[in-house]
Structures are given as C-alpha cells and as structure tokens.
C-alpha cells in the first residue's frame, strides 16, 4: 500500500512518501525512508518490489555522486531524470528488470526552477507539475488538479498536501499511519513535519 507525492510551487517542491514496509497483509516497518536525497538539490521517491526499490536507488545514488566527483559538479534535475530513464530502460531489457516507480523532483540552481519528473518502472518519463504513485494516487491526483496552483507559496502548497494525505487517510482501506515530508529549494533539502 506504498504512497508517494510530490507537487511544485513558486521557487520550491515538496514530496511526501509513507513510511511504512509492507509484504502482502504484513507490516514490517514503520519508519522506512522511502525518499533518497540524491545531491544537495535532488530528491527521489521509490515505490515498488522490496528488493528492488531499495538496490535501485542506491545504485542511482552512488552513480549520481560518482558523476559529481569526477566533473565536480551535480547532475541538474532534467539531465538525472534523462539518465535515471535510461537506466530503467536498460533494465527492463534485461533479465533481471527494476520493478520500481519514482517521483525525481530537485531545484534547478542554474534556472532557480523546481522540476519534478513522474518516472515508472517501464521507463517512462515526463515533466508534471504534481504526481503520485501508489494506491493514494487515485485520490490524490483530483485534488492535485484543483488545487494545484503553481504560483502558490510554500504554506500554501503544504495545505494542498495536507489536503491529499487527509483524504487518502479517510478513504483507503488500509491507509499509511506515518508520511515522511522533504522540501527542497534553493536553500537545499531540508525535511518537515505535518
């Protein structure tokens, strides 16, 4: 019952993801971090296999810093987005594909633009300016729609996640307890409570 969402607004974005592992009707975890942070501006949210969820990420993670090291500079959102794409594709070509969604959202420190990029595990890619993965998706994505606004401050785009994480919360079966909340601007990421 794994459930992610991110939106952007006015010089930010802010993504959520429950913290709680599951398998089949057990609970395993409650405080799983289901959002990486890739560089100081770049976040990634991952729902998907158990297995596959936590290898691909941290491959992404190590392969993003090792591109950091060696051109001393971080990859910008549209260009991780395009190569996280890739790497997805090529798996899926593989024997051994990724079963894995992602939401990649990060500050763009050259155009001071958020960017936010619905990834899922068949590797396809676009730029939105909201999204969600999971069960919680097929609540939230209405109430993203009317109440997206992406000129809105950042109290205002917190209000209309509160609003989406209420109403998954009243309306899904089995609703996550506990969501995990992260900003990232141009000060960086930094993570919040709701």
């Known amino acids: ?23 089949s009707i057990v609970k395993m975890k409650i405080d799983e971090d289901k959002i990486k942070t890739l560089s100081p501006h770049l976040l990634m949210a991952y729902s998907g296999e158990p297995g596959d ?34 790497a997805l594709a090529d798996s ?9 969604n992602l939401l990649l959202g990060g500050y763009d420190t050259a155009t ?12 396809t890619m676009t730029e939105v300016p909201f999204a969600a993965h999971g069960y919680g998706s ?10 997206h606004d992406p000129s809105a401050s950042l109290e205002e785009g917190l209000a209309t996640l509160k609003r989406c994480l209420d109403e998954v919360s009243k309306r899904l079966v089995v609703s ?3 969501y995990k909340v992260k900003i990232v601007d141009k000060d960086g990421v930094r993570e919040i409570e709701l």
């Open 1 to 23: 019952m794994e459930t992610s969402f991110a939106l952007t607004g006015k010089g930010y974005l802010i993504m959520a993801a429950d913290t709680t592992a599951a398998r």
């Open 112 to 123: 001071n633009d958020p960017h936010l990029y619905w990834i899922d595990y068949l590797g």
């Open 138 to 147: 097929y609540f939230a994505l209405s109430l993203l729609d009317r109440y």
């Open 92 to 100: 899926l070509r593989s024997r051994k594909p990724y079963s894995v």
């Open 53 to 86: 969820t936590v290898q691909f990420a941290e491959y992404v993670e190590r392969n993003i810093r090792l591109y950091q090291i060696r051109n001393l500079y971080p990859l910008r959102p549209a260009a991780a987005a395009s190569w996280i794409r890739k």
């Open 176 to 178: 996550p307890e506990k």
